[in-house]
């Protein structure tokens, strides 16, 4: 929370720091990284990203980089757009020999330059669009000759009219005059110009990625990156891979028919032409973000056959499989796929320039396209030569760069299958070609590892592989963006015998921790510890438990939104961690900032005495005490906010009906009021864990002291709104309420209003009559009051501003309540209620009298005030907002705090209460009354809760 202000990208660079990836480099060469200590020293790191693919050649390949710096040391011109440009002519004339080596007898492909592979993507659909517009155009002037030439024909008698008009749609009758064959001419009209405004559909593959651009993020499957501007973009129709049936069926589906007339044999007569709707499909040979699958020969064939009759042009999108990176400089040419329209990008700027190219089959190009396409950058003098210099590297001795990309990939391959076939629990799939693969792992939903599976749930347990070897293996890995689960490596072609050890020892390691479910190795290196406290990778799998016959469905189902409140409970959620120190696990949570969510954990069912039932699921949050207090401190707590309404909304996803807010989130959500999810009620508990804790306290102060109506009752955190609560209630009973606040901003103003509530109260009772108890007795005899009793005041009028004044002009010290910050106010309390939100002690043993009841509900009913005793023989510990519950009923390990089995805090007890009596938020929600406490107390017995103490 304390981060440097970012102003890049500074949501993607806080989702980096959680996995410890935001490393600044300082200097790269082949395929090394390099970053600096804190001592100065570089650190290589064994670079598999290779730049999502522009990196054939590594880093800074040092022919590249002496090339570039010629152009620019010669001043050789940059950017002279409107002039020749012979570079960018050869570059073209190396591709287009390459063509002609991987594809015999392919036309020549002139060249269009851009400036990225996206970029490249947008140019190829626009020149679809422009062909199909001029194709269009070609089209009704065909149809305007051919209808002249019919009207002369009719007219001068060398035609007879046409005997069949059912192409036409509609009831049009066969022409008998010259007049009726004009009307028929018109509806022919009308059904062409009925079809101008007809969209053109574009094809892509399920999987597919082809950039985030406006128009090229229509073409990406994954509807994360598409769906919010589906409404800006053309219609794009997605299809199987490697299924030619569904693409031809899915193309047949778009072949609408113009109407023409032709004169034949005399006469004339209605035909129909084909209208050109269908601007192109898009493929890729090998879908890299889509998990590195290839498309098959015999889908190619296919392919091509299937567009040719559809009139389709096919786009074959080479940016990260081409430049040889599958051991031929076009992964087509390995399946025979011939394009109209080849896409390249990526490697073609040699891991310097910015460059891509779209290439366009000659029958197909329109030249005036270059009239209406252009790009200040594209093109340019620097990078057209880097690009060249880059194509004579990769062509060099026969080629031998594709040769060593294929060798170099089946090495990194066969590694791979190694691990599979060792570990086939762990890796699910190895995928690739030369240097484009991808490792993918099994589905980890379900590991017993809380860390683990909560990061394979969020589909980020590639981004927690990667922090792990990064940050010991020295490995940089990368996702993709469609398979959660797959690590997808592409290095240069320079990767050698040893980096690949490098990668075989990190991956084994990778695949011991997740066989093993060992969260430890993954989490240590996020916490900043210096020595990990143990280096052996222990095994921590669980047994699945038998699951016996289905269970009936509960009536209920309740939803707990909590987390862990302690480093041990950390450890008891994962079992793993327990080597971890309290500095080591807070620093993780801490760094865990964007990321809280954890698993939701295995549904818990109890069942009331009354027959129904309820499944209660805690959704956890990782979140630290610590950052809890930084949010109120802050005033941030609209964070945690939108985290408990995420929760809260997942929570109803499952059905539930009723949710509670545990371990101190509610004070930071405004106790669930400011959660407005509808169809859900929400509540912190705050009503049952005052109902319990004044009917724990009210047995043993009656055992210790005879009565309660001569008693001091203390509540540290009275200005609270549970601490409120109970100083206004146990005001009813005894004789004075000492209020202690913590001192803080606002404090003394929430004291007050809670002093103010208790006389507001007394009033309405004296004013109502009847037998008085508590401070309303005593405030009875104050002449104040009495007089407004003489007056007939009513006891709604507001009263409690006017009696605090008079009893401050009354007495030196307020004899009903005292309002301070000085826990040495706590000498003369009988009995000590600590309902502070603090989870260390706050209670000094110097401050409290002989004899005193402590009733501890500090830390929302997590005991933090039970040391206390430990000194002290003759003090009374009891254990405030506490229920039990008749079965052995418990939250799952790491969120039932200090409690025992077949007990609950209030606040997830409220929650089911709520659930099984239909209460809804009626009892949970608004100001703590008696009567509400007393319902809701009502209500927990009849469904088997009851208040404990001790």
């Known amino acids: 929370m304390n981060s440097p202000t970012r102003y890049a990208e500074a949501l993607l660079t806080g989702m980096l720091g959680t996995f410890g990836l935001n490393i600044e480099y300082v200097r790269a060469e082949r ?92 140019a190829a659909v626009k020149h679809c669009e422009f062909d199909r517009a001029l194709r269009l155009k070609s089209l009704f002037e065909q149809i305007e000759w051919n209808v002249d030439v019919a009207v002369k024909a009719v007219a001068d008698g060398s035609a007879r009219l046409p005997d069949d008009t059912s192409l036409l749609p509609g ?88 109407l023409d007339v032709e004169v034949v044999d005399g006469r004339v007569t209605l035909v129909e032409r084909p209208f050109p709707v269908i601007g192109g499909l898009i493929v890729e040979p090998i879908q890299g973000e889509g998990g590195i699958h290839a498309l098959t020969p015999e889908y190619a064939a296919r392919v091509r056959k299937i567009c040719d009759a559809a009139g389709c042009p096919v786009i074959v999108d080479e940016i990260q499989t081409g430049m040889g990176r599958t051991g031929k400089f076009f992964a087509s040419a390995h399946i025979g796929l011939l394009a109209d329209y080849y896409l390249l990008g990526k490697s073609l700027g040699g891991g310097i320039g910015k460059t891509s190219a779209m290439l366009v089959r000659q029958s197909r190009y329109r030249p005036e396209f270059e009239l209406v396409h252009s790009s200040t950058f594209a093109k340019d003098g620097f990078t057209t030569s880097v690009a060249l210099r880059t194509l004579e590297l990769l062509e ?36 690739g070609k030369g240097l484009l693969i991808g490792l993918e792992f099994a589905d980890q939903s379900q590991a017993s590892s809380p860390v683990i599976r909560e990061k394979a749930a969020a589909g980020l347990l590639v981004f927690l592989i990667g922090s792990y070897l990064q940050l010991v293996h020295r490995i940089r890995t990368g996702p993709t963006a469609s398979v959660p689960n797959m690590l997808r490596i592409e290095p240069s072609i320079h990767l050698t015998d040893e980096e690949i050890e490098q990668l075989r020892t990190g991956l084994t390691d990778v695949c011991r921790i997740l066989r093993h479910q060992d969260a430890l190795p993954l989490i240590h290196p996020l916490t900043g510890a210096a020595d990990q406290p143990r280096t052996e990778i222990q095994d921590f799998r669980t047994e699945a438990a038998d699951a016996g016959p289905a269970a009936e469905p509960a009536t209920h189902k309740v939803g707990l939104v909590s987390y862990p409140p302690t480093p041990d409970a950390l450890r008891q959620l994962d079992p793993s961690l327990a080597d971890l120190d309290d500095a080591a696990l807070l620093a993780y949570v801490q760094r865990s900032e964007l990321l809280k969510d954890l698993p939701a954990t295995a549904p818990v069912r109890y069942t009331s005495p009354q027959g129904a039932s309820v499944d209660l699921t805690v959704y956890p949050l990782l979140v630290s005490q610590q950052q809890l207090r930084a949010y109120r401190t802050t005033g941030q707590t609209f964070l945690i906010g939108l985290d408990l309404d995420r929760r809260v909304r997942a929570a109803k996803a499952d ?57 001091t009752v203390a509540v540290v955190g009275g200005g609270g709104r549970v601490g409120s609560a109970l100083g206004a209630l146990s005001a009813e009973y005894v004789a ?45 005899a104050e002449p104040l009051v009495t007089k407004w009793l003489a007056d007939g005041r009513s006891g709604d009028e507001p009263s409690a501003e006017a009696i605090a004044a008079h009893l401050a002009d009354s007495y030196d010290e307020n004899p009903f309540v005292l309002t301070t910050d000085d826990l040495s106010a706590l000498r003369n309390a009988h009995a000590v209620i600590a309902a502070h939100s603090s989870p260390v002690p706050v209670l000094v043993e110097k401050h409290l009298a002989q004899g005193a009841v402590i009733a501890d509900l500090s830390f929302f009913g997590t005991g933090a005030e039970s040391a206390i005793v430990a000194g002290r023989d003759d003090l009374l510990y009891l254990r405030g907002g506490v229920l039990s519950v008749p079965e052995d009923t418990i939250l799952p390990r790491g969120f039932n705090g200090p409690l025992n089995t077949g007990e609950l805090l209030a606040g997830t007890a409220e929650a089911i209460v709520l659930a099984l009596s239909g209460a809804g938020g009626t009892l949970s929600q608004g100001a703590i009354t008696q009567e509400r406490v007393h319902a809701i107390i009502d209500l927990a017995r009849q469904h088997g809760f009851e208040a404990i103490s001790a």
């Open 31 to 122: 395929n090394s990284l390099y970053y600096l200590d804190e001592t100065g020293a570089e650190v290589p790191v064994l670079d598999l990203v290779g730049g999502w693919g522009s990196l054939m050649l590594g880093h800074n390949h040092p022919e590249i980089v002496a090339h570039a710096k010629k152009l620019l040391d010669t001043g050789s011109p940059v950017h002279s757009q409107f002039s020749e440009h012979p570079v960018a002519d050869r570059v073209g004339e190396v591709l287009n020999g390459i063509i002609g080596r991987e594809f015999p007898g392919a036309e020549p492909y002139p060249v269009i330059f851009a400036n990225s592979g996206a970029e490249a993507v947008e």
């Open 171 to 258: 009831d049009v009758p066969v022409p008998t005059t010259a007049e009726e064959f004009g009307a028929l001419l018109g509806a022919v009209a009308t059904h062409n110009v009925g079809l101008v405004g007809t969209s053109p559909v574009f094809f892509a593959l399920e999987r597919a990625f082809h950039g985030k651009l406006l128009g090229s993020t229509q073409f990406t499957f994954n509807p994360t990156f598409r769906a919010a501007f589906t409404s800006l973009g053309l219609p794009v129709t997605f299809v199987p891979p490697n299924d030619a049936a569904a693409l031809e069926s899915a193309l047949a589906e778009h072949r609408p028919a113009a």
């Open 396 to 431: 060099a001795e026969d080629g031998a760069a594709y040769d060593l990309a294929a060798e170099r990939g089946e090495r990194v391959l066969g590694v791979l299958r190694d691990l599979a076939a060792e570990y086939p629990d762990v890796v699910l799939d190895v995928r």
């Open 655 to 711: 059905g539930c009906e009723t949710v509670g807010i545990g371990f101190g989130l509610g004070t930071v959500g405004d106790h669930g009021g400011a959660l407005r999810v509808p169809g859900v009620t929400v509540t912190a508990g705050s009503t049952l864990a005052v109902g319990a804790t004044l009917a724990a306290l009210e047995q043993p102060a009656l055992e210790r002291f005879g009565d309660l109506g001569g008693l």
């Open 736 to 780: 004075k309420i000492v209020l202690v606040g913590s001192g803080r901003e606002g404090s003394a103003e929430r004291l007050r209003a809670t002093e103010h509530r208790i006389y507001q109260d007394a009033w309405a009772r004296i004013a109502a009559g009847g037998e008085l108890t508590g401070i309303a007795a005593a405030l009875a």
